[in-house]
């Protein structure tokens, strides 16, 4: 499958989506310590990691 079919199967419901909603990803293992991304997203109150895929975690603001 290509991005466009999987992204089409998400929107339709067909699939689920795996970052689980995510707005924002990274790789820890290559950015730069206690970067922009660390200090904004990561470390943030504001944002949970709500999947990991491979080495790239995924963070989506939390809802209060």
Do not use: Q
Not at 29 to 40: A, L
Request: charged fraction near 25%.
């Amino acid at each position: 499958k290509d991005a466009m079919g999987i992204a089409n199967e998400i929107i339709g419901g067909i699939s689920k989506d795996p970052t689980n909603g995510a707005g924002f990803y990274w790789n820890p293992k290559h950015s730069t310590p206690n970067g922009w991304y660390e200090r904004n997203i990561a470390k943030s109150e504001r944002y949970a990691k709500v999947a990991t895929i491979g080495e790239h975690e995924f963070h989506a603001e939390v809802k209060a």
